[in-house]
Every structure is written in structure tokens, then in C-alpha cells.
């Protein structure tokens, strides 16, 4: 976050564990400032949560008063609203047949047994997906290591953090979603365990559904 912004401002920012992304609504209007923390609490621990989110509710006062007093223009700048609830971006993650990782996405890989496809990555443009074109997620990259017929889908597939700034989005969770569904039917419609659904089945089930699967 640094360049154009003092110096002080951004030790002090990088003290309370913040990060900052600004996107401007309007011209000459409103500037929407997203403000990160990062804190070594462990999600599983509620005693940790419940604490903070006391710390990051205070944090977000002691950015606020930064602003005010750093930035010109931000004299009167004011928190317009925050979360209801301290929201936990990654925890624990699951280990499955196949571990997307940081590659994968940024060249651009994709597989036999591709699911989906996307091409998004949450910290370009430090990290983008090669020639602005998209990666593969396979099928195996759903299936839950050690354990029969259970599928996994959405944030925490992967265990490597610069990979999950890019599987974590939305859109990739909804296409992980869609496939794990539709497999998750098939096997019950064919009477298979999910290791032993045909991918081309999975996959033609897929495309006829209107799921875009070209590299």
C-alpha cells in the first residue's frame, strides 16, 4: 500500500495488521476504502473470535483517526458501515485427491478432468492467470482424501493461501458447487461411489447443462 501515501500513515496501518483497497464510486464523490486485518486467531477457538472482533472493532476507530489525520481531503471522512459480525476469510482446509496450487492458476493449467474453468485471481495484479486466460479445476480436486463418496466444494479446497485467493471467489465456488451436485447425482442415479463415476459422463452432464469448459 505504499507509493503516493506518507509513510507515517502506512507504519501505523501496517501496525494495526490492515490493508487497504480503494475503488472509487463516483468522481470527485466517494471513495470506498476496503480495510483488511489480518490476526494470528484461530476460527476454531471462540474465545479468540469472540476477542477479535473487540480488537478489530477498536482497529477500525484507531484506521479511521489515521485517515483523518494523514490523508488531505479525509478530514471529515466517517465509517459508514462495517459487518455485523467479525467475517473469517480462511481456517481449516480440506485435503482432497488433488491440491490446487499457486501454478496451476498462474499458468494457466488445465486437465483431464477439468469441472470448470476460471480465470480470476484476488491480488493482480501481483498474481494473474498467464495471457489473461483461465485454469482448470479438476474433478479430483473435489473429492476429500481418505474418504468414500464425500465431495468438498467452495473456499477451503486447497491448502496453499495464494491458490485460495482465487478458488475462495464466488464464481469459482458456485462452479465447484454445481459440479460436486452433479456428480454427487449421478453417482446416486448410476449407484457408483464418486471415484468411480466415468468423467465423461460427469463431464457431457456438465456441458449439457450449459457449463463452459473450453481452455
Not at 459508514?80 to 467479525?86: D, G, I, K, N, V
Not at 483431464?112 to 492467470?129: E, W
Amino acid at each position: 500500500i505504499r507509493g503516493k501515501l506518507p509513510d507515517e500513515f502506512v507504519d501505523e496501518i501496517v501496525k494495526l495488521g490492515s490493508g487497504l483497497i480503494t475503488t472509487t464510486v463516483h468522481d470527485n464523490y466517494l471513495m470506498f476504502i476496503k480495510v483488511n486485518y489480518k490476526m494470528p486467531v484461530s476460527p476454531t477457538n471462540r474465545d479468540e473470535v469472540a476477542k477479535a472482533e473487540l480488537i478489530l472493532r477498536q482497529n477500525q476507530y484507531k484506521t479511521l483517526e489515521l485517515f483523518r489525520k494523514y490523508l488531505p481531503g479525509c478530514e471529515n471522512a466517517f465509517i459508514a458501515r462495517t459487518s455485523p459480525t467479525l467475517n473469517i476469510r480462511r481456517g481449516r482446509t480440506i485435503t482432497c485427491d488433488y491440491d490446487v496450487k499457486p501454478d496451476d492458476v498462474t499458468e494457466g493449467r488445465h486437465f483431464d478432468d477439468d469441472i470448470m474453468v476460471y480465470g480470476f485471481h484476488d491480488s493482480a495484479p501481483r498474481f494473474q492467470v498467464k495471457n489473461g486466460g483461465t485454469y482448470g479445476l479438476p474433478y479430483r480436486a473435489l473429492l476429500v482424501k481418505g474418504i468414500n463418496n464425500l465431495l468438498a466444494a467452495g473456499m477451503l479446497i486447497t491448502t496453499d493461501f495464494q491458490a485460495h485467493m482465487s478458488t475462495r471467489n464466488t464464481v469459482c465456488c458456485m462452479g465447484q458447487g454445481q459440479a460436486a451436485g452433479t456428480a454427487a447425482g449421478l453417482c446416486a442415479a448410476r449407484k457408483c461411489g464418486t471415484r468411480e463415476l466415468p468423467y465423461k459422463d460427469l463431464r457431457d452432464t456438465l456441458l449439457k447443462n450449459n457449463v463452459y469448459l473450453e481452455a
